[in-house]
């Protein structure tokens, strides 16, 4: 019941986000108290009131300032794959969401979500770079910089707001929902007004339009349009069994359950229907863990899921095997101008 009440609180806070509606105005009032003191709390990092610390490399913060997800994993596996090809040797920090374990802990291959997160686990799978959690992220920096002396540029992948960091570089990312309503929580869904500093902008969305840009505050960043492509299913008890969405949509009597555990389940099922698709459509609470079994009693042929939701499928022993249980891998398609600036910005930074 207490699940329930709580997931009807934030469908209608969700709602409610997206315009300034009665319930929104009530709450401006508090998101003016809210802003206060997230101002108050910058100010004293930069008065060193509140301490901060510098790492030896460069640092580059992949964040939002709109509550939930926006595509951060996807754009911080991309940029890892960018800077790998041109020449660097970055490594990944992160809070690592649902993780227990107090300190520092490395991300292996073998590492489960529940020790490590799902998302991390899966920068690992895909990138090969050195991956380390931990509630303190300028602590977890530098176990990781100590494990891997190599690493010459530390990415973060969320932290934005994680001021004991410093950091050379911010990337702020938004989607398709811009900044909602404009305001802050809890009348809206910012934790930073739009006008915060950043350098870079990119928007998540299969179209950028000049309002979309507006919305953002592109005039503190030309925002840069990130898609997320993915034209395949990989069976998950079988990453060799692969069947392309195009064949799958010419299929109409193939019954599809979409499932996504993500922040936003919305842009996965878009993704899926601009690829001709039909099916039924299951969205899941944000870091979902599926102990729940939520697919016992699906009537369905085909089970598309996302990679983040397949880690953790992947380690139970009733989803491992169910042949419905299918992945959509999606690869996050920017300019590649990002990176170039990036290593550019980098490269000329001076060593702490």
Same mark, same amino acid.
């Given at each position: 019941? /207490?699940?329930?009440n709580?997931?009807a609180?934030e469908s ?12 929104a105005c009530?709450?401006?009032p508090?998101?003016?108290i809210f802003?206060?003191l ?9 008065a060193?009131v509140?301490k901060s610390s510098?790492?030896?490399?460069p640092v580059?913060?992949v964040g ?7 595509g !951060? ?17 970055p490594?990944v ?5 649902g993780?227990k374990?107090?300190g520092?802990r490395?991300v292996t291959l073998?590492?489960t ?5 799902d998302e991390?686990?899966?920068i !690992?799978?895909?990138t090969?770079a050195?991956v380390?959690v931990?509630?303190?992220r300028?602590a977890t920096?530098?176990a ?5 002396p190599?690493?010459? &540029?530390?990415l973060?992948d969320?932290?934005l ?5 410093q950091r ?5 990312l938004f989607?398709g ?5 404009g305001?802050l929580?809890?009348?809206g ?10 350098d870079f902008t /990119? ?9 979309l840009?507006?919305s953002v505050?592109a005039a503190?960043?030309?925002?840069l ?7 395949v299913?990989e069976q998950?008890?079988?990453?060799t069994?692969?069947r392309?969405?195009a064949d ?12 996504a ?7 996965f ?5 601009a ?9 899941l ?8 079994r939520?697919?016992?009693?699906l009537?369905?042929?085909?089970i598309?899921?996302?990679?983040k939701?397949?880690?953790?499928c ?17 690869t996050?398609?920017i300019?590649?101008a990002?990176?170039?600036? &990036?290593?550019?910005k ?7």
């Amino acid at each position: 019941m /207490v699940q329930n009440n709580t997931s009807a609180l934030e469908s209608t806070l969700t709602r409610n986000w997206l315009r300034r509606g009665p319930l929104a105005c009530a709450l401006w009032p508090v998101s003016l108290i809210f802003r206060l003191l997230s101002r108050l709390r910058v100010a004293l990092f930069r008065a060193g009131v509140l301490k901060s610390s510098r790492l030896p490399v460069p640092v580059v913060v992949v964040g939002n300032i709109y509550i939930g997800g926006t595509g !951060k994993t996807p754009l911080t596996i991309w940029l890892v794959q960018a800077l790998q090809a041109a020449g660097m040797r970055p490594g990944v920090i992160s809070r690592g969401f649902g993780s227990k374990e107090e300190g520092a802990r490395q991300v292996t291959l073998a590492s489960t979500p529940a020790q490590v997160g799902d998302e991390p686990l899966l920068i !690992k799978q895909r990138t090969g770079a050195p991956v380390m959690v931990g509630r303190d992220r300028a602590a977890t920096g530098r176990a990781l910089l100590a494990a891997h002396p190599e690493v010459d &540029i530390l990415l973060t992948d969320d932290g934005l707001q994680h001021y004991q960091l410093q950091r050379d570089v911010e990337i702020i990312l938004f989607d398709g929902r811009g900044a909602g309503n404009g305001w802050l929580l809890p009348a809206g869904p910012l934790r930073e007004p739009v006008s915060r500093r950043r350098d870079f902008t /990119v928007i998540n969305t299969p179209q950028l339009t000049g309002a979309l840009a507006a919305s953002v505050g592109a005039a503190q960043a030309t925002p840069l349009q990130m898609t997320l492509a993915g034209d395949v299913a990989e069976q998950l008890r079988d990453r060799t069994q692969r069947r392309s969405l195009a064949d799958l949509a010419a299929q109409p009597g193939l019954r599809i359950v979409a499932a996504a555990g993500i922040g936003n389940p919305a842009r996965f099922f878009g993704m899926l229907k601009a690829a001709g698709l039909h099916f039924t459509e299951l969205p899941l609470p944000d870091h979902h863990d599926f102990l729940d079994r939520p697919f016992a009693a699906l009537d369905a042929d085909l089970i598309l899921m996302t990679e983040k939701d397949a880690v953790k499928c992947a380690q139970i022993e009733e989803l491992s095997g169910d042949p419905r249980l299918w992945i959509v891998p999606v690869t996050a398609r920017i300019d590649r101008a990002l990176a170039d600036q &990036i290593v550019e910005k980098c490269r000329g930074r001076s060593i702490a």
